[in-house]
């Protein structure tokens, strides 16, 4: 059983499409994250929901919104999408103190 | 701001061969720290963190680490390695009150057989 699962592992899109990326954990986990790896393997927080409530939002666009309907789920959605939006972007739970469970990742390429 | 550093980019060793991986940080107070494992196409694994008390931790996969404040410092060790270590190393540091850890750039290590 995938404590955290993302859907869908794989994404290729056009620009300017919009597209949504979903997370859940089944951990019980109270906090959740998102992301984004690059092309050189750096990783960057994005977002971060603690029980349903936005408590970190790093300089992200704003054609990136997440979601989060309930504290097992977290989701992406990204409008507009632009070529430097192609990345590896993971989901993560956490219970406090930083020890994060990372999804497998979704891979996003835009053409 | 806190921020990590691994001095690293690639590393290659021959199985059985000890292990080090460098990590350097900087915060002002005294951090969580944490190193996570990343095999190729999969996400990213916990492979041991320190908060407080012993220096020396010891995590799994027969890795250890230990953190030097004078040194800031937090060097990841392992004193054989098996051929599937090879992968990429992740050194993080953590502080504030919301949980956001900061991630290093990363060492990727290769074994040869």
């Known amino acids: 059983d995938t404590a955290v699962s993302q859907t869908p592992k794989y994404l290729v899109t056009q620009m300017g499409n919009d597209k949504s990326i979903k997370c859940e954990q089944n951990l019980g986990h109270d906090t959740m994250y998102w992301y984004k790896q690059d092309s050189k393997k750096f990783l960057k927080i994005m977002f971060s929901y603690n029980n349903k409530e936005l408590i970190i939002n790093e300089t992200v666009p704003n054609r990136f919104s997440p979601k989060s309907p309930d504290k097992a789920h977290l989701n992406l959605h990204i409008n507009s999408l632009e070529l430097g939006d192609s990345a590896v972007y993971f989901c993560a739970s956490s219970q406090g103190g930083g020890s994060y469970t990372f999804g497998s990742g979704t891979r996003l390429t835009v053409v | 701001a806190q921020s990590v550093t691994q001095p690293d980019i690639h590393i290659t060793v021959s199985e059985g061969a000890s292990l080090e991986l460098r990590c350097n940080y900087s915060y002002g107070a005294t951090p969580y720290l944490f190193w996570y494992v990343q095999s190729p196409g999969q996400g990213l694994q916990l492979l041991l963190k320190?908060?407080?008390?012993?220096?020396l931790v010891q995590g799994i996969k027969g890795f250890e680490a230990e953190f030097k404040r004078s040194q800031s410092s937090f060097n990841l060790r392992k004193p054989s390695v098996h051929w599937s270590d090879a992968a990429e190393y992740f050194c993080?540091?953590?502080?504030?009150?919301?949980?956001?850890?900061?991630f290093g750039p990363g060492t990727s290590l290769s074994v040869i057989p």
């Open positions: 320190y908060f407080s008390g012993d220096t």
């Open positions: 993080a540091v953590g502080a504030g009150s919301y949980d956001k850890v900061i």
